[in-house]
């Protein structure tokens, strides 16, 4: 998909996310250090964590312990606003 988008010259968000604790120390350290390569790729902007301001944050994930809720989605906008932005402005 990466591939695709940078080809037809389409500005690209890339969020990482990160594994329960559960997966190993080893096995999370791949998976997130596999969202920073793919950005690193295919020349994307990039946070890292799309829950970072959020964790442990009462009142932002749903009881499924995975999607937020309302409060966590307006946390999840600010983090990603200051990446989005510039992308945005470009394309005026």
Request: charged letters at 15%; aromatic letters at 6%; proline letters at 9%.
């Amino acid at each position: 998909m990466l591939t695709v988008l940078e080809n037809a010259h389409i500005k690209t968000l890339l969020a990482g996310i990160t594994l329960p604790p559960n997966y190993g120390q080893e096995y999370i350290q791949q998976f997130e250090l596999l969202y920073r390569d793919l950005a690193q790729k295919h020349h994307t902007a990039f946070v890292p964590m799309l829950y970072k301001n959020l964790v442990n944050v009462p009142g932002t994930i749903q009881p499924d312990g995975i999607h937020p809720t309302a409060k966590g989605s307006e946390i999840i906008v600010r983090t990603l606003l200051p990446a989005l932005m510039p992308l945005l402005k470009s394309r005026e």
